[in-house]
């Protein structure tokens, strides 16, 4: 598996690299963000490190610019930030990104993040069609609220009660109890459901919108 590492420090871009290659990963690394995007698109790797703060291009831009607000680009893409900053978690998040790690990271929370997202994307269906979670208000049309659909929404894409308060500004319980009356209202039991739920009726939805 090939990963690739944008991080503007050159001892900790060293120390991820031999993190990696010593557990059979394939690093590649670069060292600021416009030399991380050509490495993204000449080495198509699997997984993507990537600082948030780095001068010129930072962590964020970078994100933006390999997603492209296409929803079809689903490299995994893993932040690493000095910062707690839930503001900068929620902007990376809003973005795509698909989690967080804070600096310094140990090697065991490192390949940890790293395997989980690997095996996520492994899991993820065959064939043309991705999901488009740019926006929550197709699901309104389940019977949700706004912000039910918003919670639903972040849910179906793996994130976690915390991740959606962080990404919402939102306390864990209230996440808790809007999924708890996403559940009840649309007959579901688990997460898993709520997120086959949210593709086949974005599925459902698409032909619909692209006739328009």
């Known amino acids: ?95 795509g990104a698909d989690d967080y790690l804070t600096k310094p990271a140990t090697a065991r929370e490192l390949l940890d993040t790293v395997r989980a997202r690997l095996e996520r994307e492994a899991a993820r269906p065959d064939g043309d069609f991705h999901p488009d979670f740019s926006s929550s208000e197709p699901l309104r049309s389940l019977g949700l609220t706004a912000r039910e659909a918003e919670v639903l929404l972040w849910v179906a894409q793996g994130k976690t009660n915390v991740e959606v308060g962080t990404i919402l500004g939102a306390a864990e319980n209230t996440v808790k109890k809007h999924l708890q009356n996403i559940f009840e209202k649309l007959g579901l039991d688990s997460r898993n459901s709520a997120a086959l739920l949210v593709i086949e009726h974005l599925n459902r939805a698409r032909p619909a919108a692209s006739g328009k």
């Open 1 to 95: 598996m090939k990963i690739l590492i944008i991080e503007d420090d050159l001892r900790t871009r060293e120390n991820l690299a031999t993190i990696l290659r010593m557990e059979g990963y394939d690093p590649v690394t670069a060292p600021d963000g416009s030399r991380g995007i050509e490495a993204a698109r000449r080495e198509r790797p699997d997984l993507i490190l990537c600082d948030v703060m780095m001068p010129g291009m930072d962590g964020h831009a970078v994100l933006a610019s390999l997603r492209g607000g296409n929803p079809a680009v689903t490299t995994p893409f893993i932040f690493l930030t000095a910062r707690g900053d839930r503001a900068d978690v929620r902007t990376g998040m809003n973005l």
